[in-house]
């Protein structure tokens, strides 16, 4: 798998923005077979920056029902919360 393929996008949320400000940590959505080793060379490569850690959570399809009396799931995603070197930062615009 390349970078593009193991990294599908930054998630922008309040949390994550709080993560980013304080402690320099930046939410990202990882493709789910992806390894944190594969992670951090891929954040590495896409974004020019230094990786110190990266935790990985395997985040479970939720069952969304709308307007229907069907059931569905969303889709199951890998979460990596990727930890940078100090000075370091994701420019997100």
Do not use: H
């Not at 992806?34 to 230094?50: D, G, P, S, T």
Request: hydrophobic share 40%.
């Amino acid at each position: 798998m390349n970078a593009f393929e193991i990294i599908k996008t930054v998630r922008v949320t309040e949390k994550g923005t709080l993560q980013a400000e304080k402690l320099n940590q930046y939410t990202v959505v990882a493709d789910p077979r992806a390894n944190k080793a594969q992670i951090r060379k891929a954040v590495e490569e896409l974004f020019k920056v230094k990786v110190i850690a990266v935790n990985t959570l395997n985040m479970p399809g939720k069952a969304r029902r709308q307007r229907t009396p069907q059931a569905g799931m969303t889709s199951e995603w890998k979460k990596a919360i990727v930890t940078l070197k100090e000075g370091d930062r994701i420019n997100l615009t």
